[in-house]
Structures are given as C-alpha cells and as structure tokens.
C-alpha cells in the first residue's frame, strides 16, 4: 500500500519551486546577457564589472560631448577659411583700385561697394552659429558678438570734424555679470599717410555708463583671455593646462592672439597685452579692408572738388592702397596662422573620438569577459532547467492521482 502525506506534497512543491527558478534564471541569463544576477554568486566579477561600467559610462559621455565640440569647432575653422578667402579676394579689389581711377569713376565706385560688402561678410562670419551658440563669442555664447557700421555720410561744412568711419562694436557678458559689455572699435581716415589709420577702442559697462581707457583696455585683455577647457579625453584633468581650449573669441581669430598668448603678453604688466591687441587690430582684416574702402571714398571725395589737386589725390590714394595690399598679405598669414591652429584642434579632436571609440569596444570586452554569458552555455543551461522542470511537473501529475483508492489494495 502506498502512502501520500503533506509532507510529501510540501517537499515536492519546494523542489518544483527550485527547479522553476534556475530555469527563469537561465532563461534571465540569456536575455540579459550577464553571468550573474547579483554581488553574492560570484563579488570579485561584479565589482570589477562595476569598474568597467563606470569607466564605460564616463567614456560614453566624453564622446558624446566630444562630437558636439567637434561640429563647433568645425563651424570655426570654416569661418575662419572664408575670412581668409574674403581677405585674399578684397585684395585683388584693391589691386583693380588702383587701376581705376584712370578708367572712370564708375569702376572706383563699384570696387568701393564690394569692398564694403566684404567686410559686412567677415562680420556674419564672425557671427556664425551652430545650433543656438555663436561659435566667436568665447564663454559667451548666447549674445550677437559682432556688429559693423560703416558711416560714410560726408561732413556738411569744414566745421563738421566728424571722420568717414568703420565701426566694429564687439558685445559680451562676462561671467557673473547679467548685463552686457560693449566694445566700441571705430576706425576713421584722419590723417593723410596709411600709418593715421588706427581703431579707437571705448567701451561700456553692463549698466551703461562708459569706461575709462585703462578699463576698456583690461576689459578687452580679459575678454581675449577667456578659455574653454573641457575634459573630452584629450590630456589629463588634473592639469588643466593640457586640455583641449575649444573657446575662441573673433578677436582672437582677427588678430591672431589666440588666448594662451593674450595670457603670455599680460603677465608681463603694463600695457603689453592691450599694446599688441591694437596693433594686430589694426592690421585685421575688417581694419585692412575699411582702410582701402575710406580711402577710395576720401580719394572720391576730393576729386568731387574742381579744385582740387587730382592728381595729388591720386598719388595719396596709391600710397594708402599700396600699403594696405602689402599688409594684407601679411595678414593673409595672420588668418591662416589661426585657420591652422582650428584645424589642429579639430583633428585632435577627430583622433581622440577615434582613441574613445576604441576604448568603448575595449571596454565592451572586457566587461563581457567579466559578467557577460556565455551565449551557448547559457542556452543549454536553459535546456537542461527546461527538460528538469518538465520532468517534475509529469512526476507531479503522478504524484497527484492518488485517491483513496490507493490505500484498500
């Protein structure tokens, strides 16, 4: 006679119970892809999976920011190419100016306008943007950093001292500050040699009211000074020194001072700094081609007088646009000194994208190595819970015929 009692049934439905948890495990085990499930089964593997993920994780953010940066600074190194392909151009302008004023008036005027739409192309360079960040504005790159104005409305009587100008206003809010600063460049013909040309730098603060010169020259250093060091995996964080600057300011790329040497030059004190900022200014491209622009309108001008010396005006104007063709050159190489420093960056930024993408597949490994499954382990693990689960359960349906039957035998 066979006996069935609940304790019987209790320590069947325990083992049932058992086996259906290794087959879910198993069957976890192959969806997931981990070796395990927690610290306990197995903690020298998952801390060391917790390292690897963590070192993943930080990898996996630098290059996700890494390809923000790079389509940035992209947008900069391309800005800074077409401000040298502007400047190439607007010289070969000058170059047919100094040719046209023997062959009409309507020649001059024509080269004067181009010459003038040039330099409003530098300045919507200057104001590119990628996505919602204007890519010159150095830490700032929420405000329009540039605007031009050229006035070239003539003096109604020899009282009126009001010069032709060009006038490059640069706006930036500092850090801290909740108001903007304004930098004021304004260029005019006063003199009669190339060398009178020069920019005349003043400046507001945030609430408005202006700023003495020695203000609005360290203002201007400091702005120039502004960096953007990001940890993108390139050098070590900590020192930052040796971090990619991926910040740079139009005044920077005008003059072709990048913020490193704005840095260099103020540690000497005094005036160093903002000296060599307004000499290179001077020499920019905006500065360049607004020279060649107010000296034709001057030459224009002076030949609107019948009795004026024309061919003294001539002369005059073939000195000023001799000058500032041979200063363009050099400033060609300035630009181009800066279009390659953006290049650079850029590569470095492309091959550490390549150096992270290699660590992720690294890590992706060895994190596999670690907790990862072994896929077909895993399936045949699932198998054998499988036909282990099925077994008990048709042991369970014998199990659970018994009746009363089974005790009158």
Not at 29 to 55: C, H, M, R, V, W
Not at 223 to 230: F, H, K, T
């Amino acid at each position: 006679m066979r006996v069935t009692t609940p304790a019987t049934y209790r320590k069947f439905t325990s083992s049932v119970n058992d086996v259906h948890l290794r087959l879910n495990k198993s069957m976890t085990k192959i969806t997931s892809g981990a070796a395990y499930e927690s610290a306990s089964e197995n903690p020298l593997a998952y801390y060391t999976g917790q390292k690897i993920d963590s070192q993943y994780q930080d990898t996996l953010a630098k290059n996700t920011l890494l390809t923000d940066v790079k389509n940035r600074l992209y947008q900069q190194e391309i800005g800074a190419r077409d401000i040298q392909l502007t400047l190439s151009r607007a010289k070969v302008q000058v170059e047919y100016g100094k040719t046209a004023t023997t062959t009409g008036e309507h020649d001059i005027q024509t080269i004067k306008e181009d010459l003038m739409q040039k330099i409003r192309t530098i300045a919507n360079d200057l104001n590119t943007q990628y996505q919602d960040f204007y890519v010159y504005g150095g830490n700032d790159v929420s405000t329009t950093p540039f605007d031009l104005e050229i006035d070239l409305s003539h003096p109604d009587s020899d009282t009126d001292t009001e010069k032709n100008s060009v006038t490059l206003t640069y706006s930036h809010t500092f850090p801290g500050d909740t108001g903007v600063t304004k930098f004021q460049l304004k260029y005019t013909s006063d003199g009669k040699t190339p060398e009178d040309f020069a920019f005349q730098l003043t400046a507001t603060k945030p609430d408005g009211t202006a700023m003495t010169d020695a203000e609005a020259q360290g203002e201007l250093v400091r702005a120039m000074s502004e960096q953007g060091r990001i940890d993108l995996g390139y050098g070590d964080i900590r020192d930052y020194s040796t971090l990619l600057d991926t910040y740079t300011g139009g005044l920077n790329v005008l003059t072709g001072l990048n913020s490193d040497a704005v840095r260099s030059l103020d540690k000497q004190g005094g005036t160093a700094a903002s000296d060599r900022i307004m000499k290179e200014l001077n020499e920019s491209p905006i500065a360049l081609i607004g020279r060649a622009v107010l000296s034709i309108d001057d030459y224009q001008k002076t030949v609107d007088d019948p009795a004026s010396d024309k061919a003294a005006a001539k002369d005059l104007l073939d000195d000023r646009l001799g000058t500032t063709m041979d200063r363009m050159t050099v400033t060609e190489h300035t630009i181009s000194t800066s279009y390659s420093d953006l290049g650079n960056k850029y590569k470095l930024l492309e091959e550490t994208a390549t150096r992270l993408d290699s660590i992720e597949d690294s890590l992706t490994e060895q994190y596999k190595d670690t907790l990862g499954a072994d896929p077909y382990q895993a399936i045949m693990e699932m198998f054998n819970n499988q036909y282990s689960y099925n077994a008990a359960l048709q042991v369970g349906s014998k199990l659970m015929t018994s009746s009363l039957f089974d005790f009158v035998r």
